[in-house]
């Protein structure tokens, strides 16, 4: 029971406004090259930083350099700019969502109804 629950509301978001907007929104974002180079880059130094910093050692001042030109340059790209809008609106629902499950076990966990299925 539990299962097609979840399933049910896994295709209740899949069909929600917002997260066709988020896949669309992505889907131009990814078919933008130049965009998609520079986030590969930037996600290529953030990795390589990461690196650095788990081994004790400071990114350098040109990596931290390059990294905030790539930032703004893809912050102003306007496909990045509604990706980020569309995933910050999904993100909302989903918030939504987790409180009324939580609201739900809540409930439930006080309930003197017990049911086996």
């Known amino acids: ?3 097609d629950k979840a399933k049910e509301l896994g295709r209740m978001l899949g069909q929600s406004s917002e997260y ?3 896949k669309r929104s992505t889907d131009a974002l990814n078919g933008d090259a130049a965009a998609v180079a520079l986030l590969k880059r930037m996600e290529e130094l953030r990795g390589e930083a990461a690196r650095m910093i788990e081994k004790g050692e400071q990114p350098s001042e040109a990596m931290e350099r390059e990294l905030d030109e790539l930032l703004g340059k893809v912050q ?3 496909l990045y700019q ?6 910050e609106n999904f993100d909302k629902v989903m918030y939504q969502v987790n409180a009324w499950i939580l609201d739900g076990m809540r409930k ?3 309930s ?3 049911t086996l299925s």
């Open 1 to 3: 029971m539990l299962e």
């Open 20 to 22: 066709q907007t988020v």
């Open 76 to 78: 102003v790209n306007p």
């Open 82 to 87: 509604r990706a980020v809008s569309a995933q």
């Open 108 to 110: 439930g966990a006080t």
């Open 112 to 114: 003197s109804i017990i």
